[in-house]
Structures are given as structure tokens and as C-alpha cells.
């Protein structure tokens, strides 16, 4: 059963959130740092649990936690581009590999929803990676639909001549 995590919970959810990272960092090393160790980590899932904007959850297998869950609750005044915003950005969610494919994820996004409602919120928003096929499979199935595209150019690699190319369509 999930349940809201607590401080007791820190080391197995930075025990849990140190693999994707440092995955992700290999992957974008521009955009995420490779982990140093967990005292920095621990010490900022620290301050964002006592955030009333924070939800945490964890997923428990025989009193030991094997999956958690971080979104935070967005709010955005209306402006003259877009209406007023409230809904839960989902940031990380990890079930340990030996514990995948058991119903812990499954768990855990129906106690999103069920804190989402709680807090009058009926929209739940993520990104995930390109290459995290399992977890783009994982979203669909919820119903989670690909809103936008996210792409990235490091230009310092970028060769000079994609950048001057005409498309066939163009006039010439």
C-alpha cells in the first residue's frame, strides 16, 4: 500500500532516486549532475518534504520501501497568454528493479490521483525521456498523451552545414 512519506523514509528514497540519476546524468550530462553522494540529495529531499507544495509517496513491501513518487503542486496566476493554472507535475517516480512489474508503480499513480483530487486538482502533467521506452509505455497506459516536443541542439557539435541547408520545398 502507498502511503505519504515521511523523514524516516529519506535514505530508501535516495537510495532509489541515485540510479536515475545518475542515468539520466550519462544521458544528459549538460542538464543533470552525476551524483557526488546522497548527503546533498538527502538534504534537499529533506527540504522538500516539509514543502506543503511537495507530495512524496512510498510503496512498501514487507515494512521495507521499495518504490517512491515526487510531484509538486503547480499554481500560476492567470495572464494574458494563458488562464490561471493548478495541477501536479509529476518529477520522479522508481520502483526498485527487483520489485518492477508487481503493481508498486500502479500503486503509486492511483494514490497521486487520490491526493491530486484531494487537493481540487484534475490534471496531472510529466515529462519522460526519449529513450525511456518502458516508462513512455508506463504513461500511456494511464492515458497520459504527448502534448509537446522537447528537443535539444548542442551547437558547438552542430556542423555548419545543417545550418544552411534550403529544404526541398523552398523556393530558390
Known amino acids: 500500500m502507498a502511503r505519504l512519506a515521511t523523514v524516516k523514509d529519506l535514505r530508501a528514497i535516495s537510495e532509489l532516486c541515485l540510479p536515475v540519476q545518475r542515468l539520466h546524468a550519462e544521458i544528459a550530462p549538460w542538464l543533470i549532475k552525476k551524483p557526488a553522494d546522497d548527503s546533498e540529495l538527502r538534504d534537499w529531499l529533506s527540504d522538500e518534504l516539509e514543502s506543503p507544495d511537495s507530495l512524496f509517496l512510498v510503496v512498501e513491501y514487507n515494512d521495507e520501501v521499495v518504490g517512491y513518487l515526487y510531484a ?18 509529476l518529477s520522479h517516480i522508481s520502483v526498485s528493479a527487483d520489485f518492477q512489474r508487481n503493481g508498486f508503480g500502479h500503486e503509486l499513480m492511483k494514490n497521486l490521483f487520490e491526493e491530486g483530487r484531494k487537493r481540487g486538482i484534475s490534471r496531472v502533467d510529466l515529462e519522460v525521456w526519449d529513450f525511456n521506452q518502458g ?3 508506463f504513461f500511456s497506459n494511464y492515458g497520459f498523451e504527448s502534448l509537446s516536443m522537447r528537443k535539444t541542439l548542442n551547437i558547438e557539435k552542430e556542423s555548419n552545414q545543417s545550418c544552411h541547408t534550403t529544404p526541398a520545398s523552398a523556393p530558390r
Open 72 to 89: 509538486q503542486e503547480i499554481k500560476r496566476d492567470e495572464s494574458w497568454v494563458r488562464p490561471q493554472l493548478h495541477y501536479l507535475m
Open 135 to 137: 516508462a513512455q509505455k
